[in-house]
Structure formats: structure tokens, C-alpha cells
């Protein structure tokens, strides 16, 4: 294909985008429009604020005695691995496009796999939960994350089985947030 101006297929990408929106696309290592200008921005933005929270947090941790560190550190690598991700994407990595034309930013995924259960662990400590409930929880969290990123791939009917699947592995999540992790 071609864009008519002597460009590839990827240029004309690139050439819509920046006709219908008024403003410039940024190319990623997998062809075509990765991000507006604006959405660069902010990707780069997030992963500055999530690298500072990152570092604060952990040197922040340094001010009290080992054993009360943990909320700190838990924190800080809720924060570095959001990061990393961020910097993934705005770096058009972490990323790939569907034949349809979708993109599909996997770095989240990856995030989301390691920060939310952090973010559960941290919040469950906090409450005095069990350790056994807080692993049951983490365990539920992975499989919604899991199945939305299989659900994600999928092109037909069975993404909405695998969303069906996330849901129900949510409900156990959200039963003991608002139960057992609010007790101490």
C-alpha cells in the first residue's frame, strides 16, 4: 500500500492521524501511530511521577525501624514497576498492533500482574488480615489479570468467556476489600 505521496503504508498512518487530529504522531518500533504528541506527554509525565514516588518512598522507608519499612518498601515498588512501564510505553515498547489495526499496550498487563497484588498484600498488612485470605485474594487478582490479558488477544466471542472469567475472579477481590481487609 501507499500513501499516495510516495510513503508506505505506515506513513499513511501517520499522515491521518495527524490530519484529523491537528497534530503529529509518534512512530514506534512496531510502524505506524504509537501516540499523539499529547499522549506522549503524558506517558512521559507518569513515568517521572511514578519514578520520583518510586524513590521517595524507598529512601523515605530509611527514616524508621526495619521492621516498619515494609508499607515503604511495598509502596516504592508498586511505584518502580508502574514506572517501568510507563517508560515502556513511551518508548513504543511493551506494546504491538492487531491485524484490525488495535493497539495493545501488554506492558499494563505486566504491571498490572506484579503492582495490584502488591497494592492487596499492602492493603491486607495494613488491616491485620490473615496471610492466608491475603494470599486467596492475591491468587483471585492474578487470574482477572490474567484472564483480561488472554481476553485481550482474543478477536471473537470468547473474549467476552475470558471477561466473564475476570469478573467472577473479581467478586472475591471486592468481598474481602470491603470485609476482612477492613477489620484490624
Partial sequence: RSSGLGGTATETVTETVTTEHGMGAIEGSMGGKLHTRIGQTVLWTVFGIMAFSAFYFVTAAGAYESHKRVFHYITGAICGIAALSYLCMALGIGMFRFADGREFYYARYWDWMFTTPLLLVDLG???GTAGSEIFFVV???ALMIASGLVGSYQP???KWYLFAFGVLALLPVIYSLVTSFRTK
Fill in 125 to 127: 498488612l495494613l488491616a
Fill in 139 to 141: 491468587a483471585a487478582d
Fill in 156 to 158: 471473537g466471542s470468547a
